[in-house]
C-alpha cells in the first residue's frame, strides 16, 4: 500500500497549506460561479423558482483537480454537453469559455485538490405550455470546494461495507435515462438509509432482475478470475469508470461492461467503487460477509495505483497556472 499512502501524504499536506489560507482567502472554503460572479461559496444564492429547484429539471457534471492540475476535464464537458442534449437543455457559455472560467476559479481559490461541479439548469420558465420549438434561458451554475470523498482517506487501505439493496431498485432507464446525470436520488437516498440501517455505508442497487445497477454516486466493478465486471444497463457511464477501463486495458486486464448478476458480488474476488470523488474505493464486506479474505485484493491496488498515476499524465490532465490563472501550455503530450 505504499502508493496509497504517498497519495493520501501529499493530500494531507497540500489540505493543511490551504486551510492556512482559510482566514485570508474568502474562496480558499469554495468559490461559486452565479450569473457571471465569483462569490464564497456559503454566500452563493440561487433564484428560489428556478425550475432546477423545483423540479430537479436539470442536469450537472463533476470534474476535479488534483494536485493542481484538471483531470479529464474534457470528457466531462463532453459528456454534461450529451447529458443537456437528452434533457433539450443547452449548455449557456461555449465550452471553451466554461473551461477558463473554472480554472480562474480554482487558481482564485488556491485550491490545488478541488471539487468541481457544474449545473445546467431549464431557468425559470418550466416546460408546462410551452409551445413547439420555443428556446428557454437555461441557466448555469459552478462550484469549486476542498475535494470531497465516497469514501475517506483512512478507509481506503481497509476497504468499506455494502449491502445490495433489498427496499429499494435503481429506477427504470425506461422512468429517466441513467445515462443523463442528474439528481433525482430518491432511490439512491433510499438506499443509503437502508445501508446504515443494515449496518454498512455503501448501497448497491439492482434493476429489479437480479442484476446489479449502480450505488449512490459510484459505479461498481466486480473481479473475478482476474477479470473485471461493470453494469452496463441502469447506470451512468462514470469518467472515473472509463479511466478504470483504459487503466485495466493498459495492465494487461479484461474488462466485460455487461449484464452483471447479483449472484457474481457474492461470489467476487475482489470488488471496488468508483467515482470522481473518491477514485478507487475498495468494497471488504458485503451483506456482513468479508469479500473473500476480506482485504484489498491485489488488482484493486493495481487499479488503485494506475488510477491515480495517470492525474499527472499530460494525456488526461493539464496544469493550472496558479499566478496566472490560466492554464499552463504542455510540450510533451495533449493538453486537456
Same mark, same amino acid.
Given at each position: 500500500m505504499a502508493t496509497m499512502d504517498k497519495i493520501f501524504a501529499g493530500y494531507h499536506s497540500r489540505l493543511a497549506v490551504l486551510e492556512a489560507t482559510f482566514d485570508k482567502n474568502p474562496l480558499a472554503r469554495g468559490v461559486a460561479w452565479i450569473e457571471g460572479e465569483l462569490v464564497p461559496l456559503h454566500e452563493a444564492r440561487i433564484p428560489l423558482l428556478d425550475e432546477g429547484f423545483m423540479h430537479s429539471d436539470l442536469t450537472y457534471d463533476v470534474p476535479s483537480v488534483w494536485d493542481g492540475r484538471f483531470f479529464r476535464l474534457d470528457d466531462h464537458l463532453t459528456r454534461l454537453q450529451a447529458s443537456c442534449a437528452k434533457m433539450r437543455l443547452q449548455l449557456p457559455l461555449p465550452p471553451a469559455e466554461v473551461q477558463k472560467i473554472l480554472v480562474e476559479m480554482v487558481a482564485k481559490s488556491g485550491i490545488r485538490d478541488a471539487f468541481v461541479e457544474l449545473?445546467?439548469?431549464?431557468?425559470?420558465?418550466? !416546460?408546462?405550455?410551452h409551445t413547439p420549438g420555443q428556446k428557454f434561458k437555461n441557466n448555469l451554475y459552478m462550484f469549486i470546494q476542498p475535494f470531497i470523498w465516497v469514501?475517506?482517506?483512512?478507509?481506503?487501505?481497509?476497504?468499506?461495507?455494502?449491502?445490495i439493496a433489498r427496499t429499494v431498485k435503481r429506477i427504470s432507464p425506461g422512468s429517466f435515462d441513467p445515462t443523463v446525470k442528474n439528481l433525482q436520488w430518491g432511490d439512491l437516498t433510499r438506499g443509503l438509509f437502508e445501508a446504515v440501517d443494515r449496518g454498512a455505508v455503501y448501497p448497491f442497487l439492482t434493476d429489479g432482475d437480479t442484476n446489479l445497477t449502480e450505488g449512490s454516486g459510484f459505479n461498481i466493478v466486480l473481479i473475478k478470475d482476474?477479470? $473485471? %465486471?461493470?453494469?452496463?444497463?441502469g447506470v451512468l457511464e462514470g469518467v472515473t469508470r472509463k479511466? !478504470?477501463? #483504459?487503466?485495466?486495458? *493498459?495492465?494487461? $486486464?479484461?474488462?466485460? !461492461?455487461e449484464f452483471v448478476p447479483v449472484e457474481m458480488a457474492y461470489n467476487?474476488?475482489?470488488?471496488?467503487?468508483?467515482?470522481t470523488a473518491g477514485g478507487i474505493m475498495p468494497i471488504t464486506e458485503l451483506d456482513h460477509h468479508p469479500v473473500k479474505d476480506g482485504k484489498v485484493g491485489p488488482i484493486t491496488k493495481?487499479?488503485? #495505483? *494506475? %488510477?491515480?498515476? @495517470?492525474?499527472?499524465?499530460?494525456?488526461?490532465?493539464?496544469? @493550472? #497556472? %496558479?499566478?496566472?490563472?490560466? *492554464?499552463?501550455?504542455?510540450?510533451?503530450?495533449?493538453?486537456?
Open positions: 449545473i445546467v439548469t431549464r431557468g425559470m420558465k418550466g !416546460v408546462r405550455g469514501m475517506e482517506p483512512e478507509v481506503q487501505p481497509v476497504g468499506g461495507k455494502a449491502v482476474g477479470v $473485471l %465486471y461493470t453494469p452496463d444497463r479511466s !478504470v477501463i #483504459d487503466v485495466a486495458k *493498459a495492465c494487461g $486486464l479484461t474488462v466485460k !461492461v467476487s474476488d475482489e470488488i471496488f467503487m468508483c467515482t493495481q487499479i488503485w #495505483d *494506475a %488510477y491515480w498515476k @495517470i492525474h499527472w499524465d499530460p494525456t488526461f490532465s493539464f496544469e @493550472i #497556472d %496558479y499566478a496566472t490563472a490560466t *492554464a499552463k501550455a504542455v510540450t510533451n503530450g495533449t493538453k486537456h
